[in-house]
């Protein structure tokens, strides 16, 4: 018998690397693409208040919303509850 037989009895477990945007580099990047899109559209406020897109910055927030968000739920066409 060997001295390491103890250790067959475990399954293996295969370790998968974290996301890229969980990580330490993912997260300083949505950081830095929140804060240049702040600081964008407080430099841009007069253009964006002034103009006719404030009518359609809603939808277009719930568009981009719609787009972004579905990767929770598996998307269109899948059973969230498999």
């Known amino acids: 018998m060997s001295s390491n037989?103890?250790?067959d009895d475990r399954p293996s477990e295969a370790t998968t690397p974290p996301s890229f945007w969980k990580s330490r580099?993912?997260?300083a990047l949505i950081v830095a693409i929140a804060l240049g899109g702040?600081?964008?559209v407080y430099e841009h406020r007069i253009h964006i208040l002034g103009s006719d897109w404030?009518?359609?910055l809603?939808?277009?927030v719930c568009v981009a919303m719609h787009f972004f968000m579905h990767g929770g739920h598996g998307g269109h066409g899948s059973d969230g509850d498999k």
């Open 38 to 40: 702040l600081l964008l």
């Open 5 to 7: 037989s103890h250790n």
């Open 54 to 56: 404030i009518i359609w």
């Open 25 to 27: 580099t993912g997260v």
């Open 58 to 60: 809603p939808l277009l």
